[in-house]
Every structure is written in C-alpha cells, then in structure tokens.
C-alpha cells in the first residue's frame, strides 16, 4: 500500500483547505483510511477515520463539525476537507490506512500504512 498525501500549505485562521491522499489502487475501498496529524513538539493526534465500506466515518473532537473525510473509489484517492481553520490546526497532516476490519480507532499504532505528510499552517 502507497500513500501520496498533497494540498498542504499556508492559510489564515478561517480560511480552508483540502488534502488529498493519492493511494495504490484499490486501496481505498479496501482498507479503512484516515488522517493523522503532529504538530512541532506534540505527539501524533487522530484527525479521522473512514471505515472501509464507506460507510462511518468519525472525528476527533477538535475537528469535528469543521473537517470532513471522503473517498473516490475510481481515482483511489481520500481526502481531508478542512474548513473554519485554527492555528492550533497547524501540523503536518499524514494519511493512513488499516485493515479494513478496523471499525475505528484513535490510537496511530493500529493504522500500518503511512503516506509522507503534507505541511497545513494557518496564520492568525
């Protein structure tokens, strides 16, 4: 499994943005995906998590109600839609994926496939 993870970048604090998560065919509708994100000297926090089928998806509280998970089966590709952004959103974002029996989980040891991560920094 590979994963290319893009559309970082710098924003202001209300702004938005979208991260994408090129991956290996028939990743996405095979495993279930996520997003991670670590900010300078924190440790690695849980974003999302989309199950495999597509079906559930969920959210830290932090996000919640302001990031949301998706998936295009044909171009294989997940994505992170981040709107109403905080600078304490301001990570590197990294895009995961797990056994596709993993319903759902916050903790970044149970997700075995890790993309490269892609730089979010809002401004305020």
């Known amino acids: 499994v590979q994963l290319q993870a893009s559309g970082g970048g710098l924003v202001q604090a209300g702004g938005s943005l979208r991260l994408s998560c090129a991956a290996s065919?028939?990743?996405?509708?095979?495993?279930?995906m996520g997003w991670f994100r670590q900010a300078p000297g924190k440790e690695r926090e849980f974003v999302a998590h989309?199950?495999?089928?597509?079906?559930?998806?969920y959210y830290s509280d932090s996000v919640k109600g302001r990031f949301t998970i998706s998936r295009d089966n044909a171009k294989s590709t997940v994505y992170l839609q981040m709107n109403s952004l905080k600078p304490e959103d301001t990570a590197v974002y990294y895009c995961?994926?797990?056994?596709?029996?993993?319903?759902?989980?916050?903790?970044?040891?149970?997700?075995?496939?890790w993309g490269q991560g892609t730089l979010v920094t809002v401004s305020s």
């Open positions: 989309l199950s495999w089928s597509g079906g559930s998806t």
């Open positions: 065919e028939h990743t996405v509708n095979s495993y279930a």
């Open positions: 995961v994926a797990s056994d596709p029996m993993l319903e759902y989980s916050t903790d970044f040891r149970d997700y075995e496939y």
